[in-house]
Each structure stands twice: as C-alpha cells, then as structure tokens.
C-alpha cells in the first residue's frame, strides 16, 4: 500500500526547522511493509492544506499530516479538516478529561479554552488519544481512502504512530507478516562488510533482503524477512521470526570482530555494560578527542558506577604531570606515537585507579599534520596495567569527523580487549 | 517572488537520510527576499519527476530541484529535464576539462565515460559551474519562470546556492535591498529577552523586523530590513546596511550580560579569542558534564594554544585525588553544592597550571535527584585564583540537555568573568 506524507506549519517552508519527523515515518511505514510515494510541506492555510490534501489522496491510499495541531496555535488544520470531511465539531469528553487531570497532576490551572480548543473534533474522526500531549490524533476514512493527522511534536507524533497508526494501518491493510533483524557493527566500511559476507548474502533465500545502513564508522546490518506465500496462518510471524534469528546467528559469526550489538545498542551502553558485568572500573587519557570520549562515557545514566573519570591532556606539561609520560619519550617520538599512547594509558591506570583505560593521541586536523604523519592520524593504546594493545588509524582531514572516529574506535578497541582479557 | 523545493531520491522517501537541504535553502532563499510556498519529495522515476516538476510549476515562480544528479547513479533526472523541455544534450567542455583536471589533480584515472556523462547537458539549460564537485547545476527558463536544477549533496548545493543561484535570482528578479544583521545571545529565555526590549522593538520603523531564532540556552536575534521606497538607487543598500548598524548596536547595548557575538559567532570561539587576546590558559574541572565542556573547547582548531586540559571527576575519590576537594567539604556539603565546585575550580588552578578555571557539578540524571536538589541542579564556578564567582541554575529532567545547558551556561559564566578580570 501506498502512503503520502504532508507537513504542516510556516516553520518549515521558512527553514525555521529541519523536518525530522517525516524521515521518522518514512522508515517506520516502510518498516511495517508500507511505500512512501512522496512527501511534502504546505503552509499555514486552508486553501494550502486542502490543496496539499487532495494531490496526496489522488496518489496515496494513505495520507498522514503532521503539524498544525499545537495548544497556542490558530489551530486551522483541525477545523479545516472538518470543513474538508463535511463534519460538525464536537467535544471529546475522554481527551478534555485527559488535560483537566494532567493540569491537576502539575498543580497549574487549566487555561481558559485549552481543554475546549484541543478536546473539540470533527464528530466524523476516530479520535486517537494522545497518552504524551494535549493534541489528540485523527484518523478519517473516506471512499477507501485513510487520512491521518498528528501533532507535530515529534515525540508526541512518535507516540502515536507507535501506539495508534502503525497497528491500525496494519489491520486496515492486512498484508503478509514482515520481520526485521539488526545488527550493529563498527570499525569496516560498508564494502569490505559486502565483500566477508557475499556468500551469505547471495545464499540467502529471495524473501529475505539485507540492507547495509552505514553512519560515520559503523554500519548496521538490517536483515528484512517478508513472508514468502500468499497463505498466512496464525504462527506465520513467529515461524518468520524464528528464521530471521538464525539468519542473524549465522551473520554476527561471520563477523565476530565488528559485531558489537543489536537493534538499538550503542558502543557505549554495551561497552558499559560489559564493565559491569565484569566489574572493572575504567578511565580514559584523551588528547586529540578532547573529551569526547568522556563525554560518550557519561551520555549514559549511572555511568558512575563504572567510569570514575578522565583526564584530557593536550599539552605536553600535563601528558608529563598527569599521567607520568617521559620528557624523553615525547622529545624522541612526538606526542602522536605509539610509545607515548602505551605511556599515557599506563599513566591513566595510576592517576586514576582504573582497572582499564583507554589512551588516544593524534592530529584532528586541520593544521599540525607532518610529512610522515599527516593530519588523520591517529594513535590509540588499552591496558589493564599489565597487558596492552595499540592501533593507528589514518582518518582524513575534518576535524570533527577526525575526533568523532577515534572516539568509537577507540571505544571499540576497549570493547575488544575486555572480550579477550 | 514565490518558490517552489523539489527534492529527488528515494533515500529521502525511506526516511534513510533526513532532508537538511531544503531547511537551508529555505532560511538562504528567505533572506534574499523569496518566499518558498511549499516544498515536496518525490522518488527517482520519470513520472514523479515531471508530476512534480508541473505541481510545482502550477504554484511558484521559481523551482529548484536537488538530487539525482550523482555520477554513480542512474542520471535520471538530467535525462527528464531535457525531454520536458523538449532539450537535446550537448557536451559542456568547461566542465568535461575540470572533471578531468580534478582527476589528474588527484593522481587517478578518469573512470571511464564519467566525464562524458557528468559534462552531458541540455543545451536549453544555462549551465552553472560546479567548482567543489563533478555534477553542474542547470537553469532553465520557460513562459517567465525559472527552473534550477541543483546536486544534492550538501556543500555541493550550498556552493551552487551562494554562488551562482542567489546572485542570478536577485537579478532576474530585482527588488527592493534586504539586510540582515544577527546577534548571539546566551543565558536568557526568548520570553525575558522580548521583555527587556519591548520598548526598542516598539520603536522599530515598519521596514525593520525584529526575529527571535531560539535554540537550547540560546536565542539569536535577526534584524531584518527591506529598503523602504519604490525607488532603488545605487546606494540604497549601504544606507539601508548601516541603518542596521545602528540598531544592531543600540540592541547589543541593551543586553550586554547576554550577547556575546555577531552572525555565525559560537561561544567557544568567541572565549577562545578572548583568551589568546588576554594571553590567558584555561582549564575546567568537570563532574556532571562529563567532559563535554572540554569536548565543546577542543572542537575549535587552535584551541591548544590557550586550553592545555581537563580533569573530569565523576567520583569523591578523583574529586579529591585530582583537585584537591576536601573529604570533609564532600560529607558535609555534597558533591553538588557551592562549597566544593569552588574548592574544584580552585583545584584546577593549581593541577592543570592555567589561568582561570571553570568547574561544574550537578545531577544531570535521570535519577540521582534530592529533595532538597532536584535532578538538574547544577552548581558551577570560575576562578583565577584570587577571585571566584558562582552560579547555581535548576535545569530540567532530561540528561543530554542537562548537559549541554550546563555546558553552555558554564562557558557564558567564564566568559563573563573574563570581561570584568
């Protein structure tokens, strides 16, 4: 089934905001077996909305508005909706009821015609309530066709497209059960991936697709099973299910060095996690990341547990003062070399009483690069005091893009020595 | 004059890349005085292209088109253009010689028919050279209205826009002078902000408008001015620029604890030049933000000249170990409280060997808070070692914008420590 998306508000067409939302439901449709023909903004309006409206329903069976809804606004996409279906407006008692207790729970009085304004709906919409705002959703049906609209908040949006849309459009439109399985990976790019796995992806059975979803040093492997007869029986789905997970198993050991999660894991919960688990306490020495290590480490709640603290030393003084790195080692080798990174990392297991660390040093650019070291480069060391490893990494020339990678593979490169030591 | 965006791919309509370049060239388009009236996507087909292209046509006098113009790709869109425009294709030399200059620059062989294809062109379209990438942008005119015809990659488009596209609109369609002046703010809601110069916004003459664009922490405001009569003449847009001037500073005057740049200023940049001018070394002690101030400083390129490191302390242990903090200010006060953030900035002194220090320590949570301190109570202080100034703020629940407000309000704390030491 075919489905079109409409966004509503001035905000976007004066570039005000990026439209995120609409990247959001294009995958989450897509996901539930739903193809997204096309998108667009229109303005604050009625004649714009209604124009929008109808070139949607003359391409889609599904149309799904966002925006438009908000408490402080001139709300002309509800009425405007009204007036489009031909329906009174009537009021919600379970939506009004909805607002006058979420004000009761804040202890604010409910402004005057908040609850009227956002509880009052076109008597011919299914109301869908909205458990995280004040602005309920609605779906119209008219001649076969679905008309959805939403709040543009995006969590709020979010929400019902998880609890109310994806459901409901999965029921109207019965179609054959879809299953998807996600593996994160990181550390090797999207065709060196290819290239390790090309057996399994040329054996794999045509109503299984796999999907490469690279971001900047990792790439998700999305495995997209779509039942392959037209009969569906009652365990369909859990017989799919079944057959996506040993697909899965088969995938993550073909690539055991750079599988680190799924679904939605990052480096750094799982990271985390795994230092739970074992116990240790771990501290990092940054120079060139800056502290963007650290601040990966602490994104996480109850971080402290684990994760005592950091030391960022970017001058020579303080890689020497902090962490106890030789004069003569910095004279003789630089401070983007292997011999200084395995000296902070040792220094950080001191200076900070960790059980493991992490040392990165290297030139993020864009000035500072040398003939044999050019801006990119990048030295990293792990060691629990008595073991350690080291890598190099020559990245390119952007500085952020320079402190974004060393941070995950650095992160990375822990993960990988906490899984052999 | 109105427009019209229309964006090409299908990554866009499966939601695998989120459209940050039709916000863009909204805001560019807005300031030089277009109105964009609505914008839409469509997929990689013929078909979709032309609907779209003729909606768009139907409602706006300008039209831009970006994507589906890569070389690795099937070059769908060049191919449409020309047979709706009832084109045929020709050999641009100017671009066939730069491609193959590039790759000689870069020391790789021309891949075969890349040239070819990329400098292949509608001869009906004005060709617009494409000096950061391979794919040139096309203008076409047809019955009074302008289509462009953009790549989509970002700073391939955003060169096209500034250099080719903005100059040849404004003189295609001429109109009165626009000037825009922006001032950065930080620290003060767009709500107060609005109060505080209600009395100047009031006093503005019709032809200059006031704009508050708010972000986390910050707010920056806009002047714009259309130049006021009919008549043009040649310097209409100096007088109208210095008008702006004027109130730009009248407006700065205004708020002097809040505004701390102009235009694309940021605030680390901003007090990495007061430093280097001051010929000061800063440091920052960091609990609850885990060393996101020290990411925010490092990101600058240079920053080592005046930001030799950082401790991050999210435990008693470093707090005291690394800055000195007293066992008895900790069990007595707390680790979030006025008495230790002021023994940390004191410690950073003397451990990190700057100048001035910022230490912070709060509960970003999302669990964590107190009775007496809520989850988002954050204290902070500055120091040169002589003097030492404080701030508490009470942010809300959510970690990530815990941290960064703490962040950003830390940095303006420094900075307005700064301009008073």
Same mark, same amino acid.
């Given at each position: 089934m075919n489905a079109y998306l409409l966004t509503i508000g001035d905000e976007i067409l004066i570039g005000q905001i990026i439209d995120t939302n609409s990247a959001w439901m294009s995958r989450q449709l897509n996901l539930a077996g739903f193809t997204v023909i096309g998108?667009?903004?229109?303005? #604050?309006?009625?004649?714009?909305?209604? #124009?929008?409206?109808?070139?949607?329903?003359?391409?889609?069976?599904?149309?799904?508005?966002?925006? %438009?809804?908000g408490p402080t606004k001139d709300d002309i996409t509800k009425k405007t909706l009204?007036?489009?279906? %031909?329906?009174?407006?009537?009021?919600?008692?379970e939506t009004f009821d909805r607002i006058a207790a979420y004000f009761e729970k804040i202890k604010k009085p409910l402004p005057p015609t908040l609850g009227e304004h956002q509880a009052s709906i076109p008597v011919k919409a299914d109301v869908l309530l909205n458990k995280v705002g004040t602005a309920p959703g609605m779906w119209f049906e008219e001649k076969g066709k679905v008309v959805v609209s939403l709040p543009g908040v995006p969590f709020e949006m979010e929400y019902l497209m998880s609890a109310e849309v994806i459901p409901r459009l999965k029921k109207r439109f019965p179609g054959r059960p879809i299953v998807h399985r996600t593996l994160q990976t990181v550390g090797e790019g999207e065709s060196n991936i290819a290239k390790r796995i090309e057996n399994f992806e040329n054996a794999l059975p045509s109503h299984i697709k796999l999907a490469y979803l690279p971001s900047l040093g990792q790439v998700r492997l999305r495995l997209t099973g779509i039942w392959p007869n037209e009969e569906v029986q009652v365990d369909s789905e859990a017989i799919l299910q079944k057959e996506l997970d040993t697909k899965m198993e088969e995938l993550a050991a073909l690539l055991p060095d750079i599988v680190f999660g799924k679904e939605d894991d990052s480096l750094q919960r799982v990271l985390g996690n795994i230092l739970l688990e074992k116990g240790f306490q771990f501290g990092t020495a940054e120079s060139c990341t800056g502290g963007y290590v650290a601040h990966l480490m602490t994104s996480i709640p109850g971080a402290s547990a684990y994760y005592p603290g950091s030391v960022v030393t970017y001058s020579y003084e303080l890689k020497t003062k902090l962490l106890g790195v030789k004069s003569e080692t910095l004279q003789e080798f630089g401070a983007v070399s292997e011999e200084t990174v395995v000296e902070m990392a040792q220094g950080a297991i001191n200076t900070l009483g960790v059980d493991i660390s992490l040392a990165i040093s290297g030139i993020a650019g864009p000035d500072g690069g040398l003939p044999d070291k050019p801006v990119g480069t990048v030295w990293m060391a792990v060691s629990n005091g008595k073991q350690t490893i080291t890598a190099l990494h020559v990245f390119g020339r952007d500085r952020s893009k320079n402190i974004q990678l060393s941070g995950i593979y650095g992160l990375n490169l822990v993960r990988k020595f906490l899984l052999e030591h």
């Open positions: 998108k667009s903004s229109v303005g #604050d309006t009625a004649a714009a909305i209604i #124009d929008g409206l109808k070139q949607a329903m003359s391409q889609a069976d599904i149309v799904i508005l966002t925006g %438009g809804l009204a007036e489009f279906f %031909g329906s009174d407006m009537a009021m919600h008692q």
